[in-house]
Nanobody
Framework: QVQLVESGGGLVQAGGSLRLSCAAS????????MGWFRQAPGKEREFVAY????????YYADSVKGRFTISRDNAKNTMTLQMNSLKPEDTAVYYC???????????????????WGQGTQVTVSS
Protein backbone atom coordinates (compact mmCIF):
# COMPACT_ATOMS: atom_id res chain seq x y z
CA GLN A 1 0.00 0.00 0.00
CA VAL A 2 1.06 3.54 -0.72
CA GLN A 3 -0.55 6.61 0.76
CA LEU A 4 -0.13 9.87 -1.12
CA VAL A 5 -0.85 13.37 0.16
CA GLU A 6 -0.59 16.44 -2.04
CA SER A 7 0.03 19.97 -0.84
CA GLY A 8 0.95 23.37 -2.21
CA GLY A 9 -2.09 24.25 -4.26
CA GLY A 10 -3.68 27.68 -4.15
CA LEU A 11 -4.66 30.77 -6.06
CA VAL A 12 -2.12 32.55 -8.23
CA GLN A 13 -2.21 35.15 -10.98
CA ALA A 14 -1.37 34.25 -14.54
CA GLY A 15 2.37 34.24 -15.04
CA GLY A 16 3.00 33.25 -11.45
CA SER A 17 4.43 30.09 -9.95
CA LEU A 18 3.37 27.35 -7.56
CA ARG A 19 5.16 24.33 -6.19
CA LEU A 20 3.16 21.20 -5.50
CA SER A 21 4.42 18.44 -3.25
CA CYS A 22 3.38 14.85 -2.86
CA ALA A 23 4.35 12.95 0.27
CA ALA A 24 4.39 9.17 0.03
CA SER A 25 4.14 6.73 2.90
CA UNK A 26 3.64 3.03 3.39
CA UNK A 27 6.21 2.00 0.84
CA UNK A 28 9.60 3.42 -0.06
CA UNK A 29 9.31 6.02 -2.79
CA UNK A 30 12.16 4.46 -4.73
CA UNK A 31 10.01 1.38 -5.41
CA UNK A 32 7.39 3.25 -7.42
CA UNK A 33 7.26 5.47 -10.45
CA MET A 34 5.16 8.57 -9.95
CA GLY A 35 3.15 11.05 -11.91
CA TRP A 36 0.97 14.12 -11.79
CA PHE A 37 -2.44 14.37 -13.38
CA ARG A 38 -5.03 17.12 -13.34
CA GLN A 39 -8.73 17.47 -13.86
CA ALA A 40 -10.51 20.70 -14.67
CA PRO A 41 -14.26 21.15 -14.13
CA GLY A 42 -16.24 19.42 -16.83
CA LYS A 43 -13.14 17.87 -18.37
CA GLU A 44 -11.49 14.49 -18.25
CA ARG A 45 -8.45 13.82 -16.14
CA GLU A 46 -5.27 14.46 -18.10
CA PHE A 47 -1.62 13.56 -17.77
CA VAL A 48 0.76 16.30 -16.66
CA ALA A 49 4.14 14.74 -15.86
CA TYR A 50 5.89 11.49 -14.99
CA UNK A 51 9.10 10.63 -13.18
CA UNK A 52 10.74 7.24 -12.96
CA UNK A 53 11.64 5.52 -9.70
CA UNK A 54 15.23 6.76 -9.87
CA UNK A 55 14.31 10.19 -11.19
CA UNK A 56 16.42 9.68 -14.29
CA UNK A 57 13.48 9.70 -16.67
CA UNK A 58 10.85 12.42 -16.82
CA TYR A 59 8.15 13.06 -19.35
CA TYR A 60 5.71 15.93 -19.74
CA ALA A 61 2.48 16.73 -21.49
CA ASP A 62 3.04 19.09 -24.39
CA SER A 63 0.83 21.67 -22.71
CA VAL A 64 3.22 22.06 -19.76
CA LYS A 65 6.57 21.29 -21.34
CA GLY A 66 9.08 24.03 -20.64
CA ARG A 67 6.97 25.48 -17.82
CA PHE A 68 6.64 22.62 -15.32
CA THR A 69 9.40 20.55 -13.75
CA ILE A 70 8.89 17.28 -11.94
CA SER A 71 11.41 16.03 -9.40
CA ARG A 72 11.65 13.64 -6.49
CA ASP A 73 13.64 13.09 -3.32
CA ASN A 74 13.54 9.41 -2.48
CA ALA A 75 15.33 9.96 0.82
CA LYS A 76 12.38 12.09 1.91
CA ASN A 77 9.72 10.08 0.06
CA THR A 78 8.51 13.17 -1.72
CA MET A 79 7.80 14.29 -5.25
CA THR A 80 7.37 17.87 -6.40
CA LEU A 81 5.96 19.72 -9.37
CA GLN A 82 7.37 23.18 -9.92
CA MET A 83 4.92 25.13 -12.03
CA ASN A 84 6.07 28.37 -13.65
CA SER A 85 4.45 30.76 -16.11
CA LEU A 86 1.03 29.55 -15.05
CA LYS A 87 -1.93 30.12 -17.31
CA PRO A 88 -5.66 30.20 -16.55
CA GLU A 89 -5.99 26.93 -18.45
CA ASP A 90 -3.78 25.28 -15.84
CA THR A 91 -6.62 25.66 -13.36
CA ALA A 92 -7.57 22.20 -12.11
CA VAL A 93 -7.37 19.76 -9.24
CA TYR A 94 -3.91 18.22 -9.36
CA TYR A 95 -3.39 14.63 -8.31
CA CYS A 96 -0.22 12.70 -7.64
CA UNK A 97 -0.17 9.01 -8.42
CA UNK A 98 2.14 6.04 -7.93
CA UNK A 99 2.78 3.18 -10.34
CA UNK A 100 4.19 -0.14 -9.17
CA UNK A 101 5.26 -0.87 -12.74
CA UNK A 102 8.66 0.77 -13.01
CA UNK A 103 8.97 0.31 -16.77
CA UNK A 104 5.54 1.15 -18.06
CA UNK A 105 5.23 2.65 -21.52
CA UNK A 106 1.72 3.81 -20.59
CA UNK A 107 2.86 6.36 -18.02
CA UNK A 108 0.49 8.93 -19.55
CA UNK A 109 -2.59 6.81 -18.84
CA UNK A 110 -4.30 7.26 -15.51
CA UNK A 111 -5.46 3.65 -15.47
CA UNK A 112 -1.82 2.60 -15.30
CA UNK A 113 -1.39 3.95 -11.79
CA UNK A 114 -2.08 1.97 -8.66
CA UNK A 115 -2.41 4.65 -5.99
CA TRP A 116 -3.76 8.18 -5.95
CA GLY A 117 -3.77 11.14 -3.65
CA GLN A 118 -6.84 13.20 -2.80
CA GLY A 119 -5.83 16.13 -4.97
CA THR A 120 -5.01 19.78 -4.44
CA GLN A 121 -6.73 22.71 -6.12
CA VAL A 122 -4.75 25.06 -8.34
CA THR A 123 -6.51 28.18 -9.56
CA VAL A 124 -4.87 30.61 -11.95
CA SER A 125 -6.61 33.95 -12.38
CA SER A 126 -6.30 36.01 -15.53
Amino acid sequence: QVQLVESGGGLVQAGGSLRLSCAASGRTASSVAMGWFRQAPGKEREFVAYISDTGKRAYYADSVKGRFTISRDNAKNTMTLQMNSLKPEDTAVYYCAADLNLYSASYYKGDEYDYWGQGTQVTVSS
